[in-house]
């Protein structure tokens, strides 16, 4: 029974660089978001899974940013060309479904810093 | 769209009892959860409200008016491990995507 996991916990980059975030859902839930959360802020949403259906990408900020999800399990969020302004912690959450009334299991985050 | 308030930080007394409040406008409604945020840690479920009244579990309860677009989470018995950011986040109907509140930071002393 694990839990939602990310890797890597930490990153450190330089302006310019692109990074990959992962993260590995909780097995069987089919719901997965991305959230992007900045120090002091709430949770901004940036895209959401569901199953095999196309992915909502109605909360990513600019076309630098995209996302996948193989299998409708493990999800990849790519940030290309990364700004300072990309700086914050991403989290990833899965749900048995994505309907209201379904908790979401966040995993720990990934915090990335932009130099 | 939605809009989802709550008060950004919040203190009490180790003991006491503690309310924070959310208020949410949205197209339709279909839920309301809260979470629990410590610093530097992933949010953890609290509580699901979809219909009105209140929602008690040990020490912490949750209320939910859907005419008036409120709820608010009853924290009894505080201890200092509550110091934390609870997260409100409410379902628009129809919508598979819950908007959050800021969080409201509660500071515990002793």
């Known amino acids: 029974g694990a839990g939602v996991s990310q890797s890597p916990s930490n990153k450190v980059t330089e302006k310019g660089k692109d990074v990959e975030l992962r993260c590995d859902p909780i097995?069987?839930?089919?719901?997965l978001y991305w959230y992007r959360q900045s120090l002091g802020q709430g949770l901004e949403f940036l895209i959401y899974f569901q199953g095999n259906s196309a992915p909502d990408k109605s909360g990513l900020p600019s076309d630098r940013f995209s996302a996948e999800r193989t299998g409708g399990s493990v999800s990849t969020l790519t940030i290309q060309r990364t700004q300072q302004e990309d700086s914050a912690v991403y989290l990833c959450?899965?749900?048995?479904?994505?309907?209201?009334?379904?908790?979401?299991?966040f995993g720990p985050g990934t915090r990335l810093t932009v130099l | 769209g939605q809009n989802i308030d709550q008060p950004t930080e919040m203190t009490a007394t180790e003991g006491a009892i503690v309310q924070i409040n959310c208020t949410y406008q949205t197209s339709g409604f279909n839920g309301l959860f809260w979470y629990q945020q410590h610093a530097g840690e992933a949010p953890t479920f609290l509580s699901y409200?979809?219909?009105?009244g209140l929602e008690e579990k040990g020490r912490f309860s949750s209320f939910l008016s859907r005419s008036k677009g409120y709820s608010y989470l009853l924290l009894k018995e505080l201890q200092m491990k509550d110091s934390a950011s609870y997260l409100c986040a409410a379902y628009s109907g129809g919508s598979y995507i819950p908007t959050f509140g800021r969080g409201t930071s509660l500071i515990v002393h002793p």
């Open positions: 959450a899965s749900s048995r479904r994505g309907s209201g009334g379904n908790e979401q299991f």
């Open positions: 409200n979809v219909l009105d």
């Open positions: 097995s069987g839930h089919t719901a």
